[in-house]
């Protein structure tokens, strides 16, 4: 009998727990931005980890059953979660510890421990998903940090990650040691045909959900960028990982790496730099993304001394406001992307502030890290948008964004997969 009882309680807890799981709860706040524009009076409902349905409140509390959870979020927008283009989840802020430093003397077990807090920050910034775009020494760290998340042993953004990213033989960092000693790199050196194959294989092998390039970097002892991947090299890399259905991405500043890059046929292009009117007009008929990471750019200035709002703006600087203007008029799309990690995560909306501040609308900000981020990293089938059907990854900020962008830090609630990230 007492066995029974048992079972009986069993039985009805478990259906119980089924009922809670699928339930409904109902968003109620001000306006929805959907990722592609602002709906005013307009709600949510969640049903497990989707959304069900995405409607005038009106319509919805026409048919809402009874049951159903109702969140008032009164003074506040509703956002699919944001999705951040460009972050190390490997690295923290060059002004703590040079970038040199974290490669070389940092144990990787020690980047591990603050890669599990950096994830947890960028989540609860109202960030759900992420591009990771590279480990920068911490080998395949990403793929057991990406599991972590997934598994639910910590909380983050779900992840799309590089790995290791390629570079060419002597291209990268640290360098400046006597030429007499090898210095393990902060990326995996390839070269020529089978090498490159192979690297890329392996990383893809290992875990890799997209491939990362340096197209152009400052290698050797003059200081300044030039090219690195031959334009064959580039093309090699991108048709091995397209076979295997994972896109390539270039880091390329210079107007002979990007222009490799973009006939090479990558999908994002991240910094951009000294991009000219040809290589947008390049970029916009080829469909490739501009990752400008405007913020990276602004914090390593500041670091190297100038003093932001005082002093007058460094020559990198405004070069960058030019040249992100010029790619906004050739309609280049832009994602989002900070480069997160040379500046602090969880700080992730300084890129949306700057992107505003260099001369995109408030809404173009937003559009870039939910939908634009969404479609340019092809995860739009499940993430970026307001939709039913999508996953329900939710970001609800007080205020307005839309108008003040520094609102998208109001932060209010998250939801990743329709749990409530507390
Ligand atoms: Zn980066």
């Known amino acids: 009998m007492y066995f029974r009882k048992t079972l009986l309680l069993f039985i009805i807890a478990t259906c119980l727990s089924k009922v809670s799981a699928q339930s409904l709860v109902y968003l109620r706040p001000d306006r929805v931005f959907d990722g592609e524009k602002n709906l005013e009076k307009y709600g949510v409902v969640i049903k497990g980890n989707k959304i069900e349905q995405v409607d005038s409140q009106a319509n919805i509390e026409k048919s809402l059953p009874k049951d159903a959870k109702t969140i008032d979020l009164k003074n506040c927008t509703l956002l699919p979660g944001l999705i951040e283009g460009h972050t190390h989840l490997f690295l923290h802020p060059y002004n703590e510890v040079t970038w040199d430093d974290q490669v070389l003397k940092e144990p990787r077990s020690y980047r591990t421990a603050r890669a ?54 002597g291209s990268y960092g640290p360098r400046t040691f006597s030429p007499d000693i090898k210095v393990p790199q902060g990326a995996e050196e390839a070269d020529g045909i089978d090498d490159l194959i192979k690297k890329t294989r392996t990383q893809i092998g290992k875990g890799a959900d997209l491939i990362k390039i340096y197209a152009d970097y400052r290698w050797g002892l003059r200081g300044e960028a030039a090219p690195t991947f031959s334009l064959d090299e580039i093309k090699l890399i991108v048709a091995t990982a397209q076979s295997a259905g994972r896109p390539t991405v270039a880091h390329a500043s210079t107007v002979e790496g990007m222009r490799r890059a973009i006939l090479g046929g990558v999908e994002t292009i991240e910094h951009g730099d000294n991009g000219t009117p040809e290589i947008w007009k390049l970029m916009a008929e080829k469909n490739v993304y501009l990752c400008a990471t405007l913020a990276a750019g602004d914090a390593v200035s500041q670091y190297k001394g100038w003093k932001k709002g005082i002093d007058e703006e460094p020559e990198r600087i405004k070069k960058k406001r030019i040249t992100f203007k010029q790619a906004m008029e050739a309609g280049v799309k832009i994602c989002f992307g900070g480069d997160v990690g040379v500046f602090a995560h969880g700080d992730n909306a300084r890129e949306l502030e ?27 089938n499940e993430v970026g948008r307001i939709k039913n059907g999508l996953l329900a990854d939710i970001l609800v900020v007080e205020g307005n964004p839309s108008q003040t962008i520094t609102d998208i830090r109001k932060v209010k609630k998250v939801y990743k997969n329709g749990v409530l990230v507390e």
């Open 116 to 169: 599990v807090i950096h994830a947890e920050k960028t989540l609860k910034a109202g960030f759900t998903t992420a591009r990771d775009l590279g480990t920068e020494g911490a080998e395949f760290d990403d793929v057991g940090l990406k599991k972590a998340i997934d598994d639910g042993v910590i909380i983050g953004p779900r992840l799309l990650i590089a790995t290791k990213a390629l570079i060419a033989t």
């Open 354 to 380: 700057m992107m505003v501040e260099y001369g995109m609308t408030p809404t173009e900000a937003l559009k870039s890290a939910t939908s634009i981020n969404a479609d340019a990293f092809h995860v739009n």
